[in-house]
Each structure stands twice: as C-alpha cells, then as structure tokens.
C-alpha cells in the first residue's frame, strides 16, 4: 500500500501537503515500470504549475514521460540532490525522491485527486485492461 498521508492522479503522481506548501513526485509504480531513468527535467523555482498540466519530463532508456501536477502552485524548491542522483527514486520515492516542492493556490483541488487506497484501485484496473 502507497502511504496514505498523500493524494496521487493515475497518471502515477503524488502530492504531499504540509501547510500551505505542498511536496510532488512519482510513485514507486511509475519508477517500477520506467526503469533505468537517465534524465529528469523540472521547472524553475518561480514557475507557475497548473492542475492535471505537464509541468516536466522524466526519461528512461525504454521511454520519455511527461510528469503532471497534481494541483496548482508555483515552483519553491527542486529537489537537487535528485537531479544529481535519479537512483534515489528507485530507493525512496516517497520521502528522499520528492521532485518539487510548490506553494498550494488552489487547496480545494486536492479534493479532485485520489487517496491511497483509490490510487491502488486504479492501478489494479489498468493492469486488468
């Protein structure tokens, strides 16, 4: 089971709030099936991020996905000891594997987004299909 102190969207983002700043990454089920990332490309700190919009990419040697966000907020902080080690996704994705950390706009969003045990029911939908 994902932990359940987070909200996630299918496509397999997590968004952690504390306050009115909020931290987003990938699950350990997008990490799983990517395998062997070589790039991840995150915004600049001031950028604004819109709900369910692309806000960078992560590439693996199978693939190149865009990641989304899971609410509206500006960019605080990258992650950078992840940028310089993308190995720490496959270890810890939930903790240490956080991408951005971002100030909330829109709160009332993170009611749109799924809680753990939603998240687990979609994924086991999209591996029966």
């Known amino acids: 089971m994902r932990p ?3 909200k996630y ?3 397999h983002e997590w968004v952690k709030v504390d306050g009115d700043v909020a931290y987003v990454g990938i ?3 997008a990490v799983s099936h990517l395998s062997d990332l070589v790039f991840l ?5 001031g950028t604004d991020l819109m709900a369910n919009e692309p806000f ?3 590439e693996s040697v199978k693939a190149v996905s ?3 966000c899971p609410v509206t907020a500006e960019v605080l902080e990258q992650n950078e000891e992840l940028l ?3 190995g720490i996704l496959g270890k810890d994705p939930f903790e240490k594997g956080w991408m951005l950390k971002v100030r909330l706009q829109k709160p009332n969003e993170l009611n749109d987004l799924l809680d753990a045990a939603g998240y687990e029911k979609a994924i086991q939908e999209d591996e029966s299909h």
Not at 41 to 45: A, C, N, W
Request: proline letters at 4%; a negative charge.
């Open 41 to 45: 490309d995150l915004p600049d700190v």
């Open 9 to 11: 969207l299918k496509s």
């Open 56 to 58: 960078g990419e992560i």
């Open 66 to 68: 865009d990641l989304y």
């Open 27 to 29: 699950t350990d089920y």
């Open 4 to 6: 359940d102190d987070r």
């Open 84 to 86: 310089g080690d993308l």
